[in-house]
């Protein structure tokens, strides 16, 4: 069992940043963490995590501009610099059993979620 909470969102002007946090409380396991949003009428989409070699990778529309760093095996980060309105979502923390590699943009191999947290770029 994991349990999610994400914090750090809020709202900022085109071009500022913000930094989300992800804490994960486990009763036990490895799992692997990755950042989704989510835009109104939309699927979640995957934003940035680890790949199968843990090598931190990027959705095309962040890359350059949102970078994820971990400092403890429970806890995430994701920079986000360079807003724009188009970054405006909900952003979730999700986790996923460290053995389950393939696929890991795709929301469906994610068993745990956070509640999000709002994100708003204004222009």
């Known amino acids: 069992q994991v349990q999610l909470m994400e914090s750090g969102g809020g709202s900022v002007q085109s071009g500022g940043s913000l930094r989300l946090s992800c804490t994960a409380s486990t009763s036990g396991g490895n799992y692997i963490l990755a950042w989704f949003r989510q835009f109104p009428r939309s699927e979640r989409e995957w934003v940035a995590g680890?790949?199968?070699?843990?090598?931190a990778v990027f959705a095309d529309s962040v890359k350059g501009r949102f970078t994820i760093s971990q400092d403890t095996a429970k806890t995430l980060y994701l920079q986000m610099n360079k807003l724009t309105p188009e970054d405006t979502a909900m952003y979730y923390c999700a986790a996923r059993p460290a053995l389950r590699t393939n696929s890991y943009r795709s929301a469906q191999i994610y068993d745990y979620w956070g509640q999000g947290t709002q994100v708003t770029v204004s222009s």
């Open positions: 680890f790949n199968t070699a843990n090598n």
